[in-house]
């Protein structure tokens, strides 16, 4: 422990001093501007680049801000000229000019004009950096990528710096789960397991970047303990009708189809559009476990290989219609729809070595299950401007229905050495039936107050209310079935009201700050109707957060993070269920279940606008964690989450960009973490903590004849997670993509884990507890994709909104 302070120490001080490396290029030019379409209006998120006038080569780069602004700083003497692209408008070139140290240029309003031949993007690719590093977020850009192309959002995020996506779905920020994720900077609502299903139906090449917000301010809902990912859709600006088809299948032991397709049409003031998509996902899980129970006649032996087929076809549709009242308010109106069906079949031997006994007992469990989910959104978005100073407001009006029904049979055979045929059978019935409905209401509104300075405020209602019937029952031999006392009936109930207020502005020149307050008011009630037991809580609780952004000097700023925040239970989790893997191991709810708080630091060094060093700490009360209990009478082995006391987490960033030629540029970080996991268990004081790290570099390649290609390579340490202890794993993933017919048609061919090494392996040694895991999801295969763009008619801009609330990410 001490050893790990010291080095933590040390990187914070060696941190704190690079100030004097940075701050050593003084003359630095600077090249600004703003870019606008034909109509004023601001082009945000366009390439800025200055281009070499002799070789054609990039010599820096930036991308315009949300309102078209960009600023370009340099230190290079050359002759340049500057170029602007953006997806749906035509690249602009200026007239060559002398790039020197201390030049100050300003090219004020840049206008661009719109394409008017659809769909064929001008753009210079080496204009777009892969990682952009501001102030309060990291900005991967997606598009144009290989690994786009032929991939999926979920894949597309595990992918980005300091985030990890496991085998489960479930998205991981610098070390720590409960991650918030966005789309168009609304909240998606979504359960982990469905927000893993929605992502990965949804196609990469529709994402223009992602961003990353490891300290949200207090306008962003206080749910979410890790940070938020914002993903950002393409704002595509092409003839009165733009869509595009695509087609592709994953081969990974299953052939997993998948298709879909996309339109946006205008007409006046009115645009809409539309996404359809149809896609299988599935894997073979290979599962082995051994087990050891201490029993007084000596120690009892499990080893269980298990393999579990899974297969979900899932059908998503999104619409949305936009009407421009005037330039000044806008309303819209957002829906979706989806539907899921899945299948899982789960075949398990089980070897039982008992002390005293000669031969050995089998367990043998056949777990055939099915289940089928439907969802329904729908959003009202309503936004205005008010005066010409910037002071806006806007609202989202949210419902969300939720239905799910699955059921499956666990056929189970024990028996004593050679005697299968004396096999004793059971078998157990699940049914569970669940429906969640979620209402919610916000209004936002933003003033500046004056040169520098804005406030901001806003209200926020939800109401939630779900109803999930478990029904188990029993049957021994070919008896009935007979029902089981854990089946329960669980109702819950959740109403939140928060309000908050930030306020931004600056010290000076070098010096700006925001300051912020969210107050959230709960209450709930869990009602277990079967076992007669109500659960209530009421609590209040307030989200203080800060930001200091110091700007040294032009090549080095220092950017200051601080805030609180909570993350709820999944409803499921506070039902207390019981669903039977075999009849020796079994996973329950915990009505219980307490929400989780995080007090979160981050020193954030951002070196010419590329390197970026940071120092993060996170203290989290209460935290979720799964817990493995035995019982060693039984032999029985039973896994819940409940509230750790308190987890600790430091960690250590730094991302690291390498151009080692003309057609090869690099993407590289690491990242250091160390956790702490202190809690009661029990009967047992858990103490554990680890130095853990994370190694990532991507490689992309610009080929002759218009062949792109990109590989990953990512490697994760030994870590420890609550009572577990899990083996460090890596693995590599390759793509490589082509278009023909200028752009319209793209082919493209990935590959995931291409050494077969992306294998966890995992033990628990606590207490009485003595279990080894070792797990492989056949990640290792081959995607192929077909996508065919198509456009026709008059230049356009389609807008999008999606409302807003973190409900449905806690559906599970």
Same mark, same amino acid.
């Given at each position: 422990?001490?050893?790990?302070?010291?080095?933590?120490?040390?990187?914070?001080?060696?941190?704190?001093?690079?100030?004097?490396?940075?701050?050593?290029?003084?003359?630095?030019?600077?090249?600004?501007?703003?870019?606008?379409?034909?109509?004023?209006? #601001?082009?945000?998120?366009?390439?800025?680049?200055?281009?070499?006038?002799?070789?054609? /080569?990039?010599?820096?780069?930036?991308?315009?801000?949300?309102?078209?602004?960009?600023?370009?700083?340099?230190?290079?003497?050359?002759?340049?000229?500057?170029?602007?692209?953006?997806?749906?408008?035509?690249?602009?070139?200026?007239?060559?000019?002398?790039?020197?140290?201390?030049?100050?240029?300003?090219?004020?309003?840049?206008? %661009?004009?719109?394409?008017?031949?659809?769909?064929?993007?001008?753009?210079?690719?080496?204009?777009?950096?892969?990682?952009?590093?501001?102030?309060?977020?990291?900005?991967?850009? %997606?598009?144009?990528?290989?690994?786009?192309?032929?991939?999926?959002?979920?894949?597309?995020?595990? +992918?980005? #710096?300091?985030?990890?996506?496991?085998?489960?779905?479930?998205?991981?920020?610098?070390?720590?789960?409960?991650?918030?994720?966005?789309?168009?900077?609304?909240?998606?609502?979504?359960?982990?397991?469905?927000?893993?299903?929605?992502? =990965?139906?949804?196609?990469?090449?529709?994402?223009?970047?992602?961003? !990353?917000?490891?300290?949200?301010?207090?306008?962003?809902?206080?749910?979410?303990?890790?940070?938020?990912? @914002?993903?950002?859709?393409?704002?595509?600006?092409?003839?009165?009708?733009?869509?595009?088809?695509?087609?592709?299948?994953?081969?990974?032991?299953?052939?997993?189809?998948?298709?879909?397709?996309?339109?946006?049409?205008?007409?006046?003031?009115?645009?809409?559009?539309?996404?359809?998509?149809?896609?299988?996902?599935?894997?073979?899980?290979?599962?082995?476990?051994?087990?050891?129970?201490?029993?007084?006649?000596?120690?009892?032996?499990?080893?269980?290989?298990?393999?579990?087929?899974?297969?979900?076809?899932?059908?998503?549709?999104?619409?949305?219609?936009?009407?421009?009242?005037?330039?000044?308010?806008?309303?819209?109106?957002?829906?979706?729809?989806?539907?899921? +069906?899945?299948?899982?079949?789960? @075949?398990?031997?089980?070897?039982?070595?008992?002390?005293?006994?000669?031969?050995?007992?089998?367990?043998?469990?056949?777990?055939?299950?099915?289940?089928?989910?439907?969802?329904?959104?729908?959003?009202?978005?309503?936004?205005?401007?008010?005066?010409?100073?910037?002071?806006?407001?806007?609202?989202?009006?949210?419902?969300? +229905?939720?239905?799910?029904?699955?059921?499956?049979?666990?056929?189970?055979?024990?028996?004593?050495?050679? @005697?299968?045929?004396?096999?004793? @059978?059971?078998?157990?019935?699940?049914?569970?039936?669940?429906?969640?409905?979620?209402?919610?209401?916000?209004?936002?509104?933003?003033? #500046?107050?004056?040169?520098?300075?804005?406030?901001?405020?806003?209200?926020?209602?939800?109401?939630?209310?779900?109803?999930?019937?478990?029904?188990?029952?029993?049957?021994?031999?070919?008896?009935?079935?007979?029902?089981?006392?854990?089946?329960?009936?669980?109702?819950?109930?959740?109403?939140?009201?928060?309000?908050?207020?930030?306020?931004?502005?600056?010290?000076?020149?070098?010096?700006?700050?925001?300051?912020?307050?969210?107050?959230?008011?709960?209450?709930?009630?869990?009602?277990?109707?079967?076992?007669?037991?109500? /659960?209530?809580?009421?609590?209040?609780?307030?989200?203080?957060?800060?930001?200091?952004?110091?700007?040294?000097?032009?090549?080095?700023?220092?950017?200051?993070?601080?805030?609180?925040?909570?993350?709820?239970?999944?409803? =499921?989790?506070?039902?207390?269920?019981?669903?039977?893997?075999?009849?020796?191991?079994?996973?329950?709810?915990? #009505?219980?279940?307490?929400?989780?708080?995080?007090?979160?630091?981050?020193?954030?060094?951002?070196?010419?606008?590329?390197?970026?060093?940071?120092?993060?700490?996170?203290?989290?009360?209460?935290?979720?964690?799964?817990?493995?209990?035995?019982?060693?009478?039984?032999?029985?082995?039973?896994?819940?989450?409940?509230?750790?006391?308190?987890?600790?987490?430091?960690?250590? +960033?730094?991302?690291?960009?390498?151009?080692?030629?003309?057609?090869?540029?690099?993407?590289?970080? !690491?990242?250091?973490?160390?956790?702490?996991?202190?809690?009661?268990?029990?009967?047992?004081?858990?103490?554990?903590?680890?130095?853990?790290?994370? *190694? =990532?570099?991507?490689?992309?390649?610009?080929?002759?004849?218009?062949?792109?290609?990109? %590989?990953?390579?990512?490697?994760?340490?030994?870590?420890?997670?609550?009572?577990?202890?899990?083996?460090?794993?890596?693995?590599?993933?390759?793509?490589?993509?082509?278009?023909?017919?200028?752009?319209?048609?793209?082919?493209? *061919?990935?590959?995931?884990?291409?050494? =077969?090494?992306? %294998?966890?392996?995992?033990?628990? $040694?606590?207490?009485?507890? $003595?279990?080894?895991?070792?797990?492989?999801?056949?990640?290792?295969?081959?995607?192929?994709?077909?996508?065919?763009?198509?456009?026709?008619?008059?230049?356009?801009?389609?807008?999008?909104?999606?409302?807003?609330?973190?409900?449905?990410?806690?559906?599970?």
């Amino acid at each position: 422990m001490k050893t790990t302070n010291l080095l933590f120490l040390t990187l914070f001080t060696y941190l704190l001093g690079i100030s004097n490396l940075a701050a050593a290029d003084k003359d630095v030019s600077e090249i600004t501007g703003k870019v606008t379409d034909q109509n004023e209006q #601001p082009v945000p998120y366009a390439n800025v680049a200055l281009i070499d006038a002799k070789s054609g /080569n990039l010599v820096d780069g930036a991308v315009s801000d949300e309102n078209g602004f960009f600023l370009i700083e340099s230190t290079k003497t050359v002759k340049v000229k500057l170029v602007i692209s953006s997806i749906g408008f035509t690249a602009f070139e200026s007239e060559v000019f002398q790039l020197e140290p201390g030049l100050k240029k300003n090219f004020g309003s840049v206008t %661009v004009q719109d394409e008017m031949t659809g769909l064929d993007e001008v753009t210079v690719k080496s204009t777009r950096p892969e990682i952009i590093i501001e102030p309060d977020k990291t900005t991967i850009n %997606v598009e144009g990528t290989v690994m786009a192309e032929g991939s999926n959002a979920l894949d597309v995020i595990g +992918r980005s #710096p300091g985030i990890y996506v496991d085998q489960e779905g479930i998205i991981n920020l610098n070390g720590r789960t409960g991650a918030t994720v966005m789309i168009n900077d609304r909240l998606t609502y979504m359960s982990a397991t469905d927000l893993a299903n929605f992502l =990965r139906s949804m196609p990469a090449d529709n994402i223009k970047s992602i961003e !990353v917000i490891n300290n949200p301010s207090a306008r962003f809902d206080a749910e979410g303990s890790a940070g938020v990912i @914002n993903i950002k859709l393409k704002k595509n600006t092409v003839d009165g009708m733009f869509g595009n088809i695509q087609a592709g299948a994953l081969y990974n032991g299953q052939w997993l189809p998948n298709t879909g397709v996309a339109l946006n049409v205008k007409k006046g003031k009115w645009s809409t559009n539309a996404n359809l998509n149809y896609n299988h996902y599935g894997n073979f899980n290979d599962l082995e476990i051994y087990r050891n129970f201490t029993l007084p006649e000596g120690i009892s032996n499990f080893s269980q290989e298990s393999r579990i087929v899974s297969r979900n076809k899932n059908l998503f549709f999104t619409g949305a219609a936009n009407y421009e009242i005037n330039e000044n308010q806008n309303i819209a109106i957002n829906i979706q729809a989806s539907d899921s +069906r899945d299948g899982n079949d789960n @075949n398990s031997l089980t070897d039982i070595i008992t002390p005293g006994m000669q031969e050995i007992s089998y367990l043998e469990s056949i777990n055939d299950a099915t289940g089928t989910g439907s969802r329904y959104f729908a959003n009202i978005h309503y936004d205005a401007k008010l005066d010409t100073l910037g002071t806006k407001i806007s609202s989202d009006v949210d419902f969300t +229905r939720m239905n799910s029904g699955s059921q499956s049979l666990l056929t189970n055979k024990q028996w004593i050495g050679e @005697n299968m045929s004396e096999a004793m @059978n059971s078998n157990i019935l699940t049914l569970n039936d669940m429906y969640y409905n979620i209402f919610t209401a916000k209004v936002d509104f933003v003033k #500046p107050v004056g040169k520098g300075n804005t406030i901001e405020t806003g209200v926020k209602g939800s109401w939630v209310k779900s109803d999930n019937n478990l029904d188990l029952s029993k049957a021994q031999e070919d008896g009935p079935f007979i029902p089981d006392p854990s089946s329960n009936r669980f109702i819950y109930n959740e109403n939140v009201v928060a309000a908050y207020v930030s306020y931004k502005g600056k010290f000076s020149d070098k010096l700006s700050y925001q300051v912020g307050l969210r107050g959230e008011h709960s209450d709930i009630s869990g009602n277990s109707v079967t076992l007669d037991q109500v /659960n209530k809580q009421k609590y209040f609780n307030l989200f203080p957060s800060g930001f200091l952004q110091h700007k040294i000097s032009d090549n080095y700023q220092i950017v200051y993070n601080v805030n609180r925040r909570i993350t709820r239970p999944n409803y =499921r989790l506070l039902n207390p269920f019981v669903y039977y893997i075999d009849p020796l191991t079994s996973e329950r709810g915990n #009505p219980n279940l307490k929400p989780q708080y995080s007090n979160n630091i981050e020193m954030n060094h951002v070196v010419k606008g590329m390197y970026q060093f940071t120092l993060g700490y996170s203290e989290t009360e209460d935290a979720f964690m799964q817990v493995f209990i035995q019982n060693e009478e039984e032999r029985t082995t039973t896994t819940f989450t409940d509230n750790f006391d308190k987890t600790r987490n430091a960690n250590f +960033r730094a991302i690291i960009p390498v151009d080692i030629k003309e057609w090869w540029s690099t993407s590289n970080m !690491v990242q250091v973490n160390y956790n702490r996991f202190k809690s009661q268990i029990g009967d047992d004081y858990l103490d554990n903590s680890q130095t853990s790290f994370m *190694v =990532r570099s991507q490689h992309n390649f610009v080929l002759p004849l218009g062949f792109k290609v990109e %590989v990953m390579g990512m490697y994760l340490g030994p870590q420890i997670w609550g009572q577990g202890e899990i083996a460090g794993f890596g693995w590599v993933d390759a793509g490589v993509t082509k278009s023909i017919m200028k752009d319209k048609i793209t082919l493209s *061919v990935n590959g995931t884990d291409l050494f =077969r090494t992306q %294998v966890i392996k995992a033990n628990v $040694d606590f207490a009485n507890i $003595d279990t080894n895991f070792r797990q492989y999801r056949s990640n290792q295969g081959v995607r192929f994709t077909l996508k065919y763009n198509f456009s026709k008619g008059e230049s356009f801009r389609v807008k999008s909104n999606s409302g807003s609330s973190e409900e449905r990410n806690r559906l599970d």
